[in-house]
């Protein structure tokens, strides 16, 4: 029968598993759209291979991180208690940059309302005679 455990190790697979999805296809999509036609299987084998480098080192580096705190101590209630300790940083880390980020969001936005061109008038400034990228 499952315990609380499995119940914590899938809402966190569930919630991990949608941010991801929700993250991957936005920027695809933009880097996709931001070069011609024939670039758009080189922006997306960039946006790719970068975001499959990043995870790798990402995974290693906080592995690195976890394995300094936990160490070589012995019995499984200490080896938790230095894995736990050992994600804080990484924890702190991502929680700082979090809120950088929703304040750059923030302020674009409201830079972004403040005048500047509206997105139809910017699309119509910047579209090829043609109206389709080659």
Known sequence: MPGPASAALVSVSV????????AIWPTQLAGVAALRVRRSGLAS?????TRQVGTALGVAVLGLIVAT??????GTTLFADGFVRGLHLPGGVTATAMLACAALLVTGARAAGRGHLSREDT????APAGGVKA
């Open 15 to 22: 919630v991990l598993g949608a941010g991801m999805g929700a």
């Open 45 to 49: 084998a960039a946006i790719s291979t």
């Open 69 to 74: 705190h936990s160490g070589s101590r012995m």
């Open 123 to 126: 699309a119509a400034q910047t």
